[in-house]
C-alpha cells in the first residue's frame, strides 16, 4: 500500500461511516484506506479521481535525469500502478477526463474506470468584458513543480516582459518570495481567501498556465475560464477540447513574452464570453454530470 494512502487511517471516520448504509465517495486515492481494507464491501462506493496517480510518476521518471530519484519514480510508478489496480477492478472509479476519453483510455493502462466530469456549480461564465490590470498565476506552492512553474516564468519571461505580474500563491516559500519581489512590476499575494481569489482572477487580464501535468481538467484552468478573461497555456496542457479552443497557446518561454505582449492590448469581448458559455454547456453540464453519478451510486 503507497505511503500516502496507509498514512490516512483513521478509526473515528470509519465508526462515522458505520452510522449509516449511505453510499460513500472517495475523493483521491489517498482517501482509499479503509476502503482497500475491505471495510465497505457491502456498501455502494466510489473512488472519485483526478487522474491516475501512477500516470503522474510514469512521467515525472521519464522527464527527470538518471539519479535516485528517477528510480524512486519507478518504484512509485509501479507501487500506485498496482494499488490502483486492484482497487478499480473491486470498486468503481470515476475519473475526470483529459484531452478527450480516449486519451484517459489509452493512457489507463486497461485499469477499468469510469468517465465523469468536474462539476463548477455554474452555468453561465462570468468574466467581464474590457481589460483587466495584470497577469496572474496562482498555485499550491507545496508542489514543487507549481514553485518551478512560477520560478520560470519570473526569469524567462518577466525578466523581459515589463507587465504587472502577480504571483498568487498558496504556502510561497521565502526564496519565490524574495523572486517575486525583485523587479518593481511583479509581486506576489500569499494565501489569499476564497473571496479574495475570486476578485483577483476577475481583475486579471491574463491567467497565465505553462504546465502539461497530467491532473486532468486544471481546476485553476476552470476557475478562469468561469470567472477571467484571457487563459494562455502551454501548447501541451491536456484540458479538453472545449477548454483548449478557449485559450491562447505557447510553448517557449519567447513565445509567451510575444503572446502575452500581444494579449495585454487586446480587450476581453462579449465574443468571448459567448464562446465560454457554449463551451460550459457542452462540457460542463452539472445535471448531466449529476445524473451520471446518481446512476453510478444507485
Given at each position: 500500500m503507497p505511503y500516502s494512502v496507509s498514512t490516512r487511517s483513521d478509526e473515528s471516520l470509519l465508526e462515522r461511516l458505520n452510522q449509516n448504509d449511505f453510499p460513500i465517495i472517495f475523493h483521491g486515492i489517498e482517501s482509499t484506506y479503509l476502503l482497500s481494507r475491505g471495510h465497505f464491501n457491502d456498501r455502494k462506493t466510489i473512488i472519485r479521481l483526478q487522474?491516475?496517480?501512477?500516470?503522474?510518476?510514469?512521467?515525472?521518471?521519464?522527464?527527470?535525469?538518471?539519479?535516485?530519484?528517477?528510480?524512486?519514480?519507478?518504484?512509485?510508478?509501479?507501487?500506485?500502478?498496482?494499488?490502483?489496480?486492484?482497487?478499480?477492478?473491486?470498486?468503481?472509479?470515476?475519473?475526470?477526463?483529459?484531452?478527450?476519453?480516449?486519451?484517459?483510455?489509452?493512457?489507463?493502462?486497461?485499469?477499468?474506470?469510469?468517465?465523469?466530469?468536474?462539476?463548477?456549480?455554474?452555468?453561465?461564465?462570468?468574466?467581464?468584458?474590457?481589460?483587466?490590470?495584470?497577469?496572474?498565476?496562482?498555485?499550491?506552492?507545496?508542489?514543487?513543480?507549481?514553485?518551478?512553474?512560477?520560478?520560470?516564468?519570473?526569469?524567462?519571461?518577466?525578466?523581459?516582459?515589463?507587465?504587472?505580474?502577480?504571483?498568487?500563491?498558496?504556502?510561497?516559500?521565502?526564496?519565490?518570495?524574495?523572486?517575486?519581489?525583485?523587479?518593481?512590476?511583479?509581486?506576489?499575494?500569499?494565501?489569499?481567501?476564497?473571496?479574495?481569489?475570486?476578485?483577483?482572477?476577475?481583475k486579471a487580464h491574463i491567467h497565465i498556465l505553462p504546465t502539461n501535468e497530467l491532473s486532468g481538467e486544471n481546476n485553476d484552468l476552470i476557475l478562469s475560464s468561469q470567472l477571467g478573461r484571457h487563459i494562455l497555456i502551454k501548447r501541451e496542457h491536456p484540458a479538453k477540447k472545449g477548454l483548449q479552443s478557449i485559450c491562447h497557446t505557447a510553448k517557449t518561454a519567447e513565445e509567451f513574452k510575444e503572446k502575452i505582449t500581444a494579449l495585454f492590448d487586446l480587450p476581453f469581448t462579449n465574443s468571448d464570453i459567448e464562446k465560454r458559455e457554449r463551451v460550459t454547456r457542452e462540457e460542463f453540464d452539472d445535471k448531466k454530470n449529476a445524473s451520471k453519478l446518481l446512476k453510478l451510486l444507485y
Open positions: 487522474t491516475w496517480k501512477h500516470q503522474k510518476y510514469k512521467k515525472l521518471f521519464h522527464t527527470r535525469p538518471i539519479g535516485l530519484h528517477k528510480i524512486r519514480y519507478k518504484l512509485k510508478e509501479l507501487w500506485y500502478k498496482k494499488f490502483e489496480t486492484e482497487l478499480s477492478r473491486k470498486y468503481t472509479c470515476a475519473i475526470i477526463p483529459s484531452a478527450n476519453e480516449d486519451t484517459i483510455t489509452s493512457n489507463a493502462d486497461d485499469i477499468p474506470h469510469e468517465i465523469l466530469p468536474h462539476f463548477i456549480g455554474m452555468s453561465t461564465p462570468m468574466g467581464i468584458e474590457g481589460n483587466g490590470h495584470y497577469c496572474f498565476f496562482h498555485g499550491d506552492f507545496s508542489n514543487k513543480s507549481t514553485q518551478v512553474t512560477a520560478q520560470w516564468l519570473l526569469n524567462e519571461v518577466f525578466n523581459q516582459v515589463e507587465l504587472p505580474f502577480v504571483v498568487v500563491a498558496k504556502n510561497p516559500s521565502v526564496e519565490i518570495e524574495n523572486l517575486a519581489h525583485e523587479k518593481m512590476h511583479t509581486c506576489i499575494v500569499a494565501n489569499p481567501s476564497d473571496k479574495e481569489l475570486v476578485e483577483l482572477i476577475k
